[in-house]
């Protein structure tokens, strides 16, 4: 048996930077942005505002909206395939409603997401469109109910334009485990578009749809959103909902939020964030108003991060991250210093025992949580003689290879004779890191790291060895592990594809702190100079 852990992991060293590590922070990656396209290069602009603004103004209707959106999406999707289900009517007879509403003068029942296309990631029920989870043994089945996170989004107004790709029940960093399709990266065809919600991010980026939802369990927001260029939130664990999301490692999963700039990631998190009582689990936090705590360029001071205090996590730029990566985020925090933050470097000692621990505690409930799916209960049933044969061939045909190993996996470390062994000594890791992330974040405002070790790679590059894709989550897990929120922003970009390929920074907080997140994202967004988001694909449309 392994010797116990030690209570020094618990230790935290901090680190002013010296003056030649200042000036490495100066260096930045060598590509410096995509090549122009139909939108210029600047600060992200909200589609959000300025879709109710035209729609209010009676400048554009919701139906001319739509079909702009849709179009593209009809364009770019058989390329980038992010979506299962396409609800095209639907979405075209909601836009035709609000207008309607519009035109009757309704303009103060009109929500604050009134015309915005929203993209699901397809293990969030719905109750008018399939939920499939990504799964064969889930094809064709359709809830009657909506999840939570969904519901607020239509009470809100937005218009649901589909259900989006993703590995099989959340269980993949690729999108390559879906039992559907592969999706690609609307950067470069030939590279994933990370997972889980790589359906949710690449849907986003390729501006099929203004936001969208996906789920984060080890990363799977926040990784997408690095490989997309677009901006991932995951929330602190119980600020949303998890009614109607499909468990995958329920003390893990988290509903979160995709968009093309922070302030529209933020008005999604507001809407959909607060009590459930239908989830126990969920906080009964108040909800602030996150959009409306952002300042815009024309208003921001010009140290407008003064007194920020920032920790940049040591152990996530050394051996394993591409020079390129580390490049970008040493840029990024040249650029939150020139804010007027004081950046330093920490150590976390025990930041490198989180991946084999999240990988044991999430494919052991991951083992409890799909025993549902059995053919009887939920899923597609194969005939059979015996209740041991239909259990067994039903869950043999309609489950995957990933499920079926981290299923095999789970059981294994709970099993009678290993679960001190494996189990319950990765919930002692899991303390560890809750509390090295709590000390550190007494000291700092902020903790920021890559969101993954590499960009993008390329489709099938990993597939034949796991453990290579398991450990492009170490960057993210932790979080998870601790329940805390983090925010991706796109910081950089690295050679790659035709065009060059993005980077993402992960900035880190204490539990609940979404809106000094989202404040300090705002800002480094709106001041990034000379990157553009938008990927090449949207030239060609």
Wanted: glycine letters at 10%.
């Amino acid at each position: 048996m392994p010797p116990p852990l030690q209570a020094h992991r618990l230790l935290i060293s901090h680190r002013r930077l010296p003056t030649p590590a200042r000036r490495r922070f100066t260096a930045v990656s060598s590509v410096q942005s995509a090549p122009a396209t139909t939108l210029p290069p600047g600060p992200a602009t909200s589609s959000i505002l300025s879709i109710r603004e035209s729609l209010l103004s009676g400048e554009r209707t919701a139906a001319d909206i739509t079909s702009e959106y849709l179009s593209r999406l009809r364009r770019t999707e058989p390329s980038v395939r992010s979506f299962i289900h396409v609800a095209d009517n639907a979405a075209e007879r909601h836009a035709e409603e609000l207008d309607r509403r519009i035109a009757s003068g309704e303009k103060d029942a009109v929500g604050p997401l009134a015309g915005v296309l929203v993209g699901v990631k397809d293990n969030l029920c719905t109750a008018n469109m399939p939920s499939t989870g990504g799964s064969r043994i889930l094809q064709g089945y359709q809830p009657a109910y909506d999840a939570t996170a969904v519901r607020r989004l239509r009470e809100a107004g937005a218009i649901v334009v589909g259900k989006t790709n993703l590995d099989e029940f959340g269980m993949g960093s690729t999108t390559e485990g879906s039992a559907f399709q592969v999706t690609t990266n609307p950067w470069d065809d030939s590279r994933v578009p990370g997972g889980s919600s790589g359906g949710s991010a690449s849907a986003v980026s390729a501006r099929q749809c203004v936001v969208s939802l996906g789920s984060d369990t080890g990363g799977s927001v926040r990784q997408p959103a690095s490989f997309c260029g677009v901006v991932g939130l995951k929330p602190t664990y119980g600020r949303i909902s998890r009614f109607g999301l499909m468990a995958y490692a329920s003390s893990l999963d988290v509903v979160g939020c995709f968009g093309s700039s922070v302030f529209d990631t933020a008005t999604i998190l507001s809407v959909v964030a607060g009590h459930d009582k239908m989830d126990s689990t969920s906080s009964t936090q108040d909800v602030p108003d996150y959009a409306s705590k952002l300042v815009s360029l024309d208003l921001l001071e010009s140290k407008p991060l003064n007194g920020v205090r920032i920790g940049i996590i040591q152990e996530t730029l050394g051996e394993g991250v591409d020079t390129g990566v580390v490049s970008s985020i040493q840029g990024a925090a040249s650029h939150l210093e020139r804010l007027g933050s004081v950046v330093e470097e920490v150590s976390l000692p025990s930041f490198s025992l989180g991946l084999p621990a999240y990988y044991i505690l999430a494919s052991s409930e991951a083992s409890s949580n799909l025993s549902r799916y059995d053919g009887i209960r939920y899923g597609r049933q194969v005939s059979a003689d015996g209740s041991n044969e239909l259990y067994g061939e039903s869950r043999a045909n309609g489950l995957g290879h990933e499920v079926k190993m981290r299923i095999l996996m789970g059981t294994y470390a709970l099993s009678a004779g290993y679960y001190d062994a494996y189990y319950k000594r990765a919930q002692q890791v899991r303390t560890l890191i809750k509390e090295s992330f709590k000390y550190a974040l007494e000291r700092y405002d902020i903790l920021i790291s890559p969101a993954a070790p590499s960009a993008a790679y390329k489709i099938g590059e990993k597939t034949n060895d796991p453990l290579a894709m398991y450990a492009g989550d170490i960057m993210t897990v932790n979080v998870n592990l601790a329940g805390l929120p983090a925010l991706v922003v796109p910081c950089g970009f690295v050679e790659g594809g035709a065009a060059g390929l993005p980077v993402g920074l992960q900035m880190i907080g204490s539990p609940f702190s979404e809106g000094n997140l989202l404040r300090v994202g705002h800002i480094f967004e709106q001041t990034l100079q000379d990157f553009s988001f938008v990927p090449p694909l949207l030239a060609e449309c």
